[in-house]
C-alpha cells in the first residue's frame, strides 16, 4: 500500500486535498477516506477546511471522496464479502430477469487442481465440488490436498473449515503434501479454521470476511470438512436444529453463494456415504457440480475413486489409486511414490 501523506486537515485545503487523494493508488484512497475522513463524518470533515463550505473546491472533494467510496464498494474482495453475505440474508432477491441480448462469457468456470493427477485429467474442482467416502477413506486428504493446490496456485483465497482433524494432525499432513516447504503463498492464502459445536453459516461467514478476504481477493474457494461433522455441531438441543435441517443451511449458502459469484466463491465439501455407497443426503449430489466418491478395497490403502456425477460430463471411473500418507497425496495404484511427488 502507498504511504499515506501526512497534511494538516485543519490547514490543507480542499484543492490541496483533491490533488492527494487523485495521486493516491485505489487502496491508499480507501484507507485514508475511511480511517480519517469516515470516523468523523464527511461533512464534519469537509466543514473543518479553511474553505468556504460552498466553494466549488469543496464541491469537488465531496464528490470526490463519495467515488472513491463507491469505487471501494466495487473492489473484488468486497464483492466476494457481499456476495457471501447476501447469500445467507432472507432478503436476497427472489427473482432476478436477464437480458438476453448479453452474450454468454467465454471463459469457464474457475477451477483448481485436487492434487490428484488421475482426477484432475477427468476434472478438476470447480463451482460447488463434493468430496464422499466412506470413513478414513481419504477423504480429508483430498480435500487438503485440493486446498493446497488452490492456495499455491495464487488463484485462489482459501479458507478450510477443519471440524474432523486436531491442529496438530492438519499441519502434519500438510507438511508431508509440502516436503516440509512451506511458502509464502501457503501463509498467504491458505485460512485453517478449527471450528467447535455451536458453529453456524453465518458465524462463519463473519470469520471468513474479517480473517480471509482483502480487498484485492477476486476468488475464494471455502472447504468443508465435513459437513456431516458441521451438522453434527448444530445447537439442536437449544433452537431445536436438525440434523438434516444444519446440513441443509450449509449446502444453500454454497449453492447460492457460488451461482451469484458465477463461481468466483467455490466450495469443497466433504461428505460421508450412506448404506448404498451413495452421498448422504441427496440434496448434496442435486446441488454440485462435481461429485467425487472414495470406496474402500481389500487391499490396504487403496480406494476406488470414480466420478458419478458431473454437470458438464458423463460419469467416469477414475480407477484405484494408493493413499500414500508420506507425500499426503493419492497416486495411481501402481504408480511410482517418493520425491518426485514432493513440490520444489
Aim: proline content about 4%.
Amino acid at each position: 500500500m502507498s504511504t499515506v501523506v501526512r497534511l494538516s486537515e485543519d490547514e490543507t485545503t480542499a484543492s490541496e486535498w483533491i490533488n492527494t487523494l487523485k495521486g493516491y493508488a485505489l487502496e491508499t484512497s480507501v484507507f485514508f477516506v475511511e480511517g480519517h475522513i469516515d470516523v468523523v463524518g464527511i461533512e464534519e470533515w469537509l466543514q473543518r477546511l479553511p474553505d468556504p463550505p460552498e466553494s466549488e473546491q469543496v464541491e469537488e472533494l465531496r464528490t470526490l471522496i463519495y467515488s472513491i467510496k463507491a469505487r471501494a464498494d466495487m473492489m473484488p474482495g468486497r464483492q466476494l464479502a457481499y456476495s457471501l453475505r447476501t447469500s445467507l440474508s432472507a432478503d436476497i432477491e427472489k427473482v432476478e430477469w436477464m437480458d438476453t441480448r448479453l452474450p454468454p462469457s467465454s471463459e469457464d468456470s474457475p477451477s483448481w487442481s485436487t492434487g490428484c493427477v488421475p482426477i484432475d485429467n477427468v476434472a478438476r474442482g470447480h463451482g460447488m465440488s463434493v468430496i464422499a467416502g466412506a470413513p478414513k477413506a481419504g477423504k480429508s486428504l483430498l480435500a487438503l490436498s485440493s486446498a493446497i493446490e488452490a492456495a499455491l496456485s495464487d488463484d485462489w483465497k482459501v479458507v478450510y473449515i477443519n471440524a474432523e482433524m486436531t491442529a496438530n494432525g492438519i499441519m502434519k499432513r500438510m507438511s508431508n503434501y509440502l516436503g516440509g516447504k512451506f511458502d509464502d503463498r501457503i501463509h498467504d492464502n491458505l485460512f485453517i479454521a478449527n471450528v467447535y459445536p455451536g458453529i453456524t453459516p453465518s458465524d462463519m461467514c463473519d470469520q471468513i470476511v474479517e480473517h480471509a478476504i482483502d480487498d484485492e481477493s477476486d476468488r475464494l474457494l471455502i472447504v468443508l470438512d465435513s459437513i456431516n461433522r458441521l451438522a453434527s455441531f448444530a445447537t439442536s438441543a437449544e433452537d431445536g436444529e436438525s440434523y438434516w435441517t444444519a446440513i441443509d443451511s450449509w449446502q444453500r449458502w454454497g449453492l447460492i453463494s457460488r451461482r451469484i459469484s458465477e463461481g468466483a466463491i467455490s466450495w469443497l465439501m466433504v461428505s460421508e456415504l450412506n448404506s448404498r455407497n451413495e452421498v448422504k443426503g441427496q440434496n448434496l449430489v442435486y446441488t454440485a457440480d462435481y461429485v467425487v466418491r472414495l470406496t474402500q478395497t481389500e487391499a490396504q490403502d487403496v480406494v476406488q475413486i470414480d466420478v458419478p456425477y458431473a454437470r458438464e460430463k458423463p460419469a467416469i471411473d477414475v480407477g484405484p489409486c494408493f493413499r500414500d500418507f508420506a507425500s499426503g497425496r493419492f497416486v495411481q495404484h501402481g504408480a511410482s511414490i517418493g520425491p518426485a511427488w514432493v513440490h520444489e
